[in-house]
C-alpha cells in the first residue's frame, strides 16, 4: 500500500496584490486532485488536500451536536473553508476573508508544511510563535507528555 506524503518543511513565498500565493513545488502533487483552505487555530490559515480534509470534516460531523464548544468549533471550520484548486503555474487564490484573518498582507507569507496540511502565515505572527517553540524545547516536551508522544 502506498503512503500518502507528509507535508513537511518552512518556506518563505510571495502573495499577491490578487491574493495569490505560489505552492511550493514540492507540495503541489499532494494537491494537485484539489484542497480545501480555511481559517485554523492560531490565527493562520489551513490548506487540507482533498482527503485529509475529508477526514477532518467526518470528524467535526462526529462531534455531539449537543456541545456548545463542537458546534461552534464546527461553525468556524467550515463558515471559513473554501475549496481551492492550482492554477497552473501552482499557485492559489486566498479569498480577501482569508487574508484578513491571517493578517496576510501582499509580500512575503510564511508556508509550513504541518504533515496532514499546509499552514499560511503572516511572518509577523509566526516568527514569535517559531521563537517560543525553539527557545524552550524542553517545556514544549513537558506538554507532549500529557499526549502520549
Known amino acids: 500500500m502506498e503512503r500518502t506524503p507528509f507535508l513537511t518543511g518552512e518556506y518563505r513565498h510571495a502573495l499577491d ?5 505560489a505552492v511550493p513545488v514540492r507540495f503541489r502533487a499532494r494537491l494537485s486532485e484539489g484542497a480545501t483552505l480555511t481559517r485554523w487555530l492560531d490565527a493562520c490559515l489551513a490548506v487540507f488536500p482533498r482527503d485529509a480534509w475529508a477526514e477532518l470534516a467526518e470528524k467535526l460531523r462526529g462531534l455531539p451536536l449537543t456541545s456548545t464548544k463542537a458546534r461552534e468549533f464546527g461553525r468556524f471550520m467550515s463558515s471559513g473553508a473554501v475549496d481551492v484548486e492550482l492554477d497552473r503555474q501552482g499557485r492559489l487564490l486566498v479569498p480577501g476573508y482569508l487574508r484578513t484573518y491571517a493578517s496576510l498582507q501582499p509580500g512575503e507569507v510564511i508556508v ?9 502565515w503572516a511572518p509577523a505572527a509566526w516568527e514569535p510563535y517559531r521563537a517560543r517553540i525553539e527557545d524552550a524545547p524542553e517545556a514544549l516536551a513537558e506538554q507532549l507528555q500529557d499526549l502520549g508522544i
Open 17 to 21: 496584490d490578487r491574493g495569490r500565493i
Open 112 to 120: 509550513v508544511g504541518a504533515l496532514n496540511r499546509l499552514e499560511i
